[in-house]
């Protein structure tokens, strides 16, 4: 199983620690670092500047929101990227929810996510591999552009760049049975939310029947501690702010995700309690099993013998949250 590091997106303003963080994984040999994005920085900037810092660690966007640019462009910023860090770039896709695409970037959610997604993922290899114009006759991403305020003077491009690697990774994170389905097909890895080495039937039966080399690589916040119930708090409130504040009350994948997993009731009290401005609350009301089960947390013999779970079933890639240099080097001490 190889290991991740994942910075995650920035707070207020830009993590200290990150270039750090990333240099360090490099040096005990962590395979990839990963950066995100929600609706403040974007993940492609942070990762071109610790690119340009570090020589060998691989590169990820986990995820890079499919709202926020269009197919085209997202394969511009992979293809650009690829290049200037000597093919080290895995492209992470996510569709995000309805809250964020239609609140923040201003784009109708659309009523087939799966269709969606696959057009998009089209598109992007298109202009990966670069073997004639890009063209797509599709309901949410056509090339050329044929809506009623179209000009009609569109015509299919070929990029003038040539990619580094026609076959640069394309992952997706994937919650719902159909769309981790899909995700099986159509894409080279998958970046699940809340894995659980317990239960991999929450994502549906297609998890159980993987490609040779499909990558599964789920992210898990790391805490070596004494005190497993504090070492937890992060992890909860990581939780409470997605289930509770990422999403509609009517329509939140991430809650759907933790009711599948069990926990439907807790859930539903977790968005509840959020929603009603009671975000301390809706943390605590986060069930500590929960938590447990998809972080690792703990003192360094309770972190080995649950990492053990990790390694035993299909997960290839472990992308941890970490806020310092001893985490990242117990891990690396562990995985070997």
Known sequence: ??????????????????????????????ASVWTAESWGSDAFTPLTWIAARTRRIGLGTAVAQMAARSPAATAMHALTLDHLS??????????????????????????SPLTATREYVDVVRQVLRREGPVALDGTYHPLPYRGPDATGLGKPLKPITHPLRAGLPVLLGAEGPKNVAQTVRIADGWLPLYWSPSRPDAYGPAVADLPEGFRVA?????????????????????????IGGMGHARRNFHADLMARMGYEAQARRVQELFLAGRREEAVLAVPDAFADEISLTGPRERIAERLERWRSGPVTDLLVLASDPRTLRVLAELNT
């Open 218 to 242: 789920p992210m898990a916040r790391m805490t070596v501690c004494d005190d497993v119930a504090a070492g937890l708090l992060p992890v909860k409130a990581m939780l409470g702010f997605y």
């Open 86 to 111: 000597g093919g080290r770039l895995s492209l992470g896709l996510g569709l995000s929810g309805p809250q964020v695409v239609e609140g923040w970037y201003g784009r109708p959610f659309p009523r």
């Open 1 to 30: 199983m190889r290991l991740g590091l994942a910075l995650g997106y920035w707070g207020r303003g830009p993590s200290p620690d990150h270039l750090d963080l990333a240099r360090e994984a490099e040096r005990l040999g962590y």
